[in-house]
């Protein structure tokens, strides 16, 4: 479509959290959208009201603002085609329903459940393909009289006419779709409601989006929103280009599920995944920037960002490659930026309440452990021996402190740190290699593993020396001290 304002849209049905295949869609599109200079819209799918739910629609909108993901039109935003969410476009839907029937292109079917699962019954007994028989279509004045009088529901159905719809999708080529395997697909349901197939093509067309980028899941429903377009009196120039994304697999090659690893981009965030890692991660499962690449920006996305550099095979979920991905961005992180991510997860964990103080102590310690981790919820743990109110060695450490060698390890560490009047991690591990290895004639570990669990509590903490000077000299030979005295 040459010359024609790019407007794409991320279309959820919020029955639940955003999951990773959802949010891999919604980066695509918002790329997209932003590498061609076009519209980003953003549209909640919410007509199935049995399972959409406000508390899912305001996740799904927190969500998007949380990894960046800023749209030109939709909720909070408004635009020039709201509103955006279809629970408010009910007259829209049912206009064009209305329309459908006049027209003839759709029809009122009076078949009860019990009947539809007798045909469907038949069809398998007979290795028939599945689907509605068009029994309805062509009723009798009399005939829609009767059902009536039984007092039977109708649904609106549209008639799909015989032959194939063809569409190029931009990532899949050529597809078509025989219609003897579309059968006759329900608009609107007994109750009014509309359906998605309804809905979904309306608002495209209505919003003027020209590019469905989507799951592959939604492959099938396209020659049902095409024949709602045609319905509608659309041109074909008008059609939007469709592009289904790859499946994205779960690690055991299994479709991506609750079952096969986590889904939800809710857990992600707690178990302290950065934004910038989630969207860099999902951009490299159905796409490449090229040459190996696996560290790419937001901005480098935006900029090299095409449907053609999208594979159409499955992508797998790798988790090892995000949290990859998660601790060089981490890295990458200024100490501001650092501290500001990391405050929420040491307020959570209760170990600072966020004095001023606090937070300059947390400023000073967060150099330290910068390299050292892949999730921002290692922080709390990392950080304990610096806040933690009634310090007390593990109980699994305590035996190896209180062995022969870690009692003279202790007493030889006192005896040299003690008249210490500068306290800096290099005077301190001098103090230590001096006493420790030289004189004593101990190897690293064992030397300072014993003042590590000691001063910190635990065999895994940041570098020993600086942690030492953190906590400062009063505070590390009194938990030597201590330690001795178990
Ligand atoms: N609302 C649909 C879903 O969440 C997707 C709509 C679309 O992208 O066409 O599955």
């Known amino acids: 479509m040459p010359n024609k304002k790019v407007r794409v849209r991320f279309a959820p049905s919020p029955t639940g959290d955003l999951h990773v295949g959802n949010i891999r869609t919604a980066l695509f599109d918002w790329a997209y959208a932003r590498h061609t ?7 909640i799918e919410d007509t199935d009201t049995t399972r959409v739910t406000d508390e899912y629609i305001a996740a799904a909108i927190d969500t998007l603002r949380w990894l960046g993901l800023q749209w030109d039109e939709g909720p909070e935003v408004g635009g020039e085609s709201g509103p955006y969410l279809q629970s ?5 839907y049912a206009h064009w329903a209305a329309k459908f029937i006049e027209q003839k292109d759709a029809y009122y079917c009076y078949c009860t459940p019990a009947e539809l699962e007798a045909t469907r019954e038949a069809q398998r007994a007979s290795n028939q393909a599945p689907g509605y028989d068009g ?5 009798t004045a009399e005939q829609i009289a009767d059902y009536k009088t039984q007092g039977r529901e109708s649904v609106i159905r549209m008639r799909m ?3 194939t719809t063809t569409f190029v999708d931009a990532i899949r080529g050529e597809v078509s779709f025989e219609h003897k395997f579309v059968p006759d697909f329900v608009l609107v349901r007994g109750d009014g409601s509309p359906l998605y197939t309804l809905a979904v093509a309306v608002d495209d067309i209505l919003m003027k989006v020209t590019h469905v980028l989507r799951g592959e899941d939604l492959l099938s429903s396209t020659p049902r929103q095409i024949r709602v377009y045609q319905a509608m009196g659309v041109a074909l120039e008008e059609y939007p280009t469709f592009a289904h994304l790859p499946f994205v697999m779960g690690q055991d090659n299994a479709k991506l599920s609750k079952r096969n690893g986590e889904v939800s981009i809710a857990w992600y965030r707690e178990a302290g995944f950065l934004p910038v890692a989630i969207c ?3 951009a490299l499962l159905g796409w490449s920037p090229g040459e190996d690449r696996e560290n790419v920006s937001m901005q480098e996305l935006v900029e090299l960002f095409t449907v053609e550099r999208v594979n159409s095979s499955p992508a797998r979920f790798d988790m090892k490659k995000l949290e990859a991905i998660n601790a060089d961005k981490i890295r990458a992180l200024s100490i501001e ?3 500001d991510w990391s405050l929420p997860f040491l307020k959570k964990s209760s170990l600072i309440s966020g004095t001023e103080a606090e937070i300059a102590l947390v400023k000073s310690a967060l150099p330290i452990i910068q390299e050292r981790i892949t999730r921002l919820s290692e922080i709390p743990a990392m950080l304990t021996f610096l806040f933690v109110k009634n310090f007390t060695i593990e109980a699994e450490s305590l035996a190896k402190v209180t062995d022969k060698s870690a009692k003279e390890v202790l007493n030889r560490s006192l005896l040299e740190l003690t008249p210490l009047t500068e306290w800096t991690h290099a005077t301190i591990e001098a103090a230590l290699r ?10 690293p570990r064992i030397a300072f593993g014993s003042v590590r669990i000691a001063v910190t509590g635990s065999t895994i903490s940041p ?6 000077e953190l906590l400062g000299k009063e505070a590390s030979l009194a938990r030597i001290s201590s330690a001795l005295a178990l």
């Open 135 to 139: 029994k309805c279509r062509d009723l």
């Open 463 to 468: 570098p020993l020396f600086e942690s030492m």
């Open 434 to 443: 001096s006493s420790l290895i030289d004189s004593l004639g101990l190897k």
């Open 161 to 163: 006419p015989e032959g």
């Open 88 to 92: 408010q476009r009910l007259d829209i």
């Open 280 to 282: 860099n991660y999902l």
């Open 37 to 43: 200079g076009g519209t980003f819209i953003f549209r």
């Open 337 to 339: 930026e650092f501290l």
